[in-house]
């Protein structure tokens, strides 16, 4: 009696990760269709728009696909000759 009170569980928890998977496919394919590369090339420019204005970073700009920038720290310190 036990283990078929555990099995009845154990296949509502499985009805219910998958409901969960089932949304987070559709929520994905919902956006992966929107998302197109000129609202990328948008959103990137407010980003680089963002962090030229901040005092905090520093920019290297060159083609690479990762966002070219440093957070300045230890960097700053160096620059202004103390450690």
Avoid: C
């Avoid at 998977?21 to 680089?48: C, F, G, H, M, P």
């Avoid at 963002?50 to 060159?62: E, F, G, Q, R, T």
């Amino acid at each position: 009696m036990e283990a078929e009170k555990e099995l009845e569980l154990a296949k509502k928890d499985r009805l219910v990760r998958m409901e969960r998977a089932q949304a987070i496919r559709d929520e994905n394919n919902l956006v992966s269709s929107s998302v197109t590369e000129n609202y990328l090339k948008y959103r990137s420019l407010e980003v680089w728009e963002a962090l030229a204005k901040s005092d905090n970073l520093i920019l290297l700009p060159h083609d690479s696909p990762t966002v070219p920038f440093l957070s300045l720290g230890e960097a700053a310190s160096r620059l202004k000759g103390t450690k």
